[in-house]
């Protein structure tokens, strides 16, 4: 799957550039999975996120939802499809009408697609509610009069109102308390195992990541560099910008309390290319203490380094 998006220089400028957003992306996802992405800002996770759901049109590439393509399939069946498919966003606030009350949000699905009206509605109206762990009396409430963590569990409750098969959740916790998040987590948690979802969950935190999911993909400068089980990952990273993120992780540590560099510590220099003009080769070799010159001949491609529990380990990388 790939992502561009075209910037122009000016009304009388002839060279349009060009944002490359996602490059190549590839993978699957099972029912019932959660597929964790993460990297730093801009590497074109959320990019990638609302290009699953036709949020976005991509440049090239496609997306199945069940051996079906969403960018080709006729318009009767994108409307049927979409149910199917939802996205929770990173701000909770933003996100939700003001001028509506919460009733009224989360009756808003269940009347576009005509499910239901009347008794029967505010009956599943509440329901999510009592799902998501909000009060009945948040029916008549808006957004305004509840909190970050609270405006979050509307949103969670709107995205499954029709009992979609996947959701897109775009970093739904960053803007919370730590506190707070572990609550949205258990959560969402809770819901993948009773209704057997499977997640994209986006987000830079790895502590979140390794929480929540059971495959990661790392992303950088618009790549998906590796991909593998969660316990794969943490414990036996193979790309080098996947160990540069772990080694950032603050942990406890005697040796860093008296000054030192954390063990096995992976620094890097320089500042992430721009997606507007990328390097030759693997994207992440202007920063990569192992680079040679095959990484600015050649660009990587995936390589199954093993199978752990029937999981794929896979790496873009030369020298993995």
Partial sequence: LNK????SRGIFSRNRHVVQAVNDVSFDLSRGETLGLVGESGCGKSTLGRTILR??????????????????APASRIRTIRRQMQFVFQDPFSSLNPRMTVGEILSEPFVIHRESSGDQLKSKVLELLRLTGLPESAWNRYPHEFSGGQRQRVGIARALALRPKMIVLDE??????????????????????????????IAHDLAVIEHISDRVGVMYLGHL???ASVADIYAGPRHPYTKALLAAIPRPD??????????????LSGDVPSPINPPSGCPFRT????????????????????????ISHLVACHHA
């Fill in 225 to 227: 560099v590796e991909l």
């Fill in 55 to 72: 949020l976005l049109e991509p440049t090239s590439g496609t997306v199945s939802f069940e051996g079906e393509s969403i960018f080709s």
């Fill in 287 to 310: 920063r990569c203490p192992a680079a040679t010159e095959l990484c600015a001949r050649e660009k990587p491609v995936h390589r199954e380094l093993a199978v752990s529990g029937g």
């Fill in 4 to 7: 561009h998006f075209p910037l």
């Fill in 254 to 267: 005697s040796g860093a309390m008296e000054g030192r560099e954390p063990r096995n510590s992976l620094l």
């Fill in 172 to 201: 739904p916790v960053s803007a919370l308390d730590v506190s707070i998040q572990s609550q949205i987590l258990n959560l969402l948690c809770d819901l993948r195992d009773q209704f057997s979802l499977s997640y994209v969950f």
